[in-house]
């Protein structure tokens, strides 16, 4: 006879992700999830860069809202932690904006 041994699937939370160490390391928590994101690459780095010198430029001409960049935790729910490389938030959402995070979807990602 043999014996299933079935273990219930640890998902975590934000509250699990602030307890990770700070080691320079970027993680992430999707679907309760832990996943440790790899440092980009030098040519990442430099489109993205530019890309959020652009979007800045003209986010801030047209006084449209805030541009914000990696590492900046984004809560989407108590298990979905990201840190998007660039993201926008409208003027008219950024109550999502608080002092230690984003609480919310950003308007572009």
Not at 66 to 88: G, H, K, M, N, T
Request: charged residues 30%.
């Amino acid at each position: 006879m043999s014996v299933s041994v079935l273990r219930e699937k640890v998902r975590y939370t934000y509250e699990d992700y602030l307890l990770l160490p700070e080691d320079g390391k970027r993680y992430q928590i999707i679907e309760g999830e832990i996943y440790l994101v790899p440092a980009p690459a030098p040519w990442h780095q430099d489109i993205a860069r530019k890309l959020v010198i652009l979007l800045n430029e003209f986010v801030e001409r047209y006084k449209l809202g805030r541009v914000f960049f990696a590492p900046c935790d984004v809560i989407l729910s108590e298990e979905d932690i990201v840190q998007p490389d660039i993201f926008f938030i409208s003027k008219e959402r950024e109550h999502i904006i608080t002092e230690m995070n984003i609480q919310g979807v950003p308007d572009l990602v």
